[in-house]
């Protein structure tokens, strides 16, 4: 995106995949401050074990769309997430009767570590997945669009629809400070005795 020389500094991106990069970075910051948000350690244990039942369904899911063999595969890692449930002594809990939250619920829920708010972490995260997705919704919400001239008629125009680097900014401003926040987390747990 960035060109720079000894004269100029250019930015250069498509109206149409810019965000994706943003959109998987919230992702996974988000993710990571979700498992180490709980001050509970026993918590943010049963987290990660929902996090581990949820990619073996994708996988499994994935496996069984090529053909390629998952049943057995799919039984020995869960048995082996249900071992760790026991040996971190969780109770009566029932891992495979809990599922992970949605990404919108879970932006939610991370809202109040939020500081300098520009854009919510989740409005940012839906614009991104708009565009990521080819939403038109989302670049007409946030893309330039200038219409050609003569080209208007009674049902329409044509127009060139170029990126807003101020709008692209504020959501990767807001993937940054996501991102810093889930690693100041992990920093302050990993600082404990």
């Not at 599922?99 to 919108?104: E, F, G």
């Not at 049902?155 to 629809?161: I, K, L, S």
């Not at 101020?166 to 926040?181: D, H, I, N, R, S």
Request: charged share 20%; proline share 4%.
């Amino acid at each position: 995106m960035v060109q720079e020389s000894d004269q100029s500094i250019m930015l250069t991106a498509s109206a149409f995949g810019a965000y994706a990069l943003a959109r998987n970075s919230m992702d996974a910051a988000a993710t990571a401050l979700w498992l180490l948000e709980p001050v509970n350690g026993t918590l943010r244990i049963k987290r990660r074990i929902l996090l581990g039942l949820d990619e073996e369904e994708k996988k499994g899911a994935m496996f069984q769309s090529i053909g390629k063999p998952w049943v057995e595969v799919k039984r020995r890692r869960r048995q082996r997430l249900k071992e760790v449930a026991g040996e971190a002594q969780l109770g009566v809990w029932n891992p495979f009767a809990d599922s992970l939250p949605t990404m919108t619920k879970t932006l939610r829920m991370l809202e109040h570590r939020h500081e300098n708010v520009v854009m919510p972490w989740l409005a940012a995260w839906q614009l991104a997945s708009g565009h990521a997705h080819g939403k038109m919704w989302a670049h007409l919400a946030s893309n330039e669009i200038e219409e050609i001239p003569g080209t208007q008629t009674s049902t329409g125009a044509q127009y060139v629809m170029t990126i807003n680097f101020g709008m692209l900014a504020v959501v990767l401003y807001e993937a940054v400070q996501l991102l810093e926040v889930a690693g100041l987390r992990y920093l302050n747990l990993a600082r404990r005795p």
